[in-house]
């Protein structure tokens, strides 16, 4: 099947995976671009647990201090390379659990993953990981974090 170029930019723009992902998507969905979604999202989280097993010793802590300074956490993010922990996606993922953490109180990193997530209730905080996972390719875990509140 020849794929459009048109829907082939436009997946690869809104989703960030990679172009052969991309591509074997909207083959695999004759052209139908939100079959072409949800075949990446099913991919996707396959690709992750895959690499659960995978050792994570880097990445970064990252803080979210909320706007009336009496609400705060501390999240540890970890991946397998400095490389992606200094990636845009890395960090952004980081900020949004910290942001969890502040706003939803989660009581272990278990029940965090469990959550829905602040911004879209259509996805846990787990599935949030695991888009991350697929779009850098790399084992995610979230370590350990700390809510403070005056």
């Not at 647990?49 to 999240?75: C, F, M, P, W």
């Not at 952004?92 to 829905?116: C, G, R, W």
Request: charged share 30%.
């Amino acid at each position: 099947m020849i794929v459009d170029i048109t829907l082939l930019k436009r997946l690869r723009n809104e989703t960030q995976v990679s172009i052969a992902d991309c591509r074997k998507a909207l083959e695999e969905s004759n052209g139908d671009y939100q079959k072409a979604i949800i075949w990446l999202k099913k991919h996707g989280i396959e690709k992750a647990e895959k690499k659960s097993d995978r050792a994570t010793s880097q990445g970064l802590i990252e803080s979210y201090i909320h706007q009336n300074g009496r609400i705060g956490s501390l999240v540890s993010v970890l991946c397998e390379t400095d490389f992606v922990a200094k990636t845009a996606e890395f960090k952004t993922l980081a900020h949004e659990i910290a942001m969890q953490v502040a706003s939803m109180n989660p009581k272990d990193v278990e029940s965090l993953l469990k959550q829905d997530y602040i911004r879209d209730a259509s996805k846990t905080i787990e599935g949030l990981v695991k888009e991350t996972i697929t779009k850098l390719g790399e084992n995610i875990v979230i370590s350990k974090f700390q809510r403070f509140e005056v």
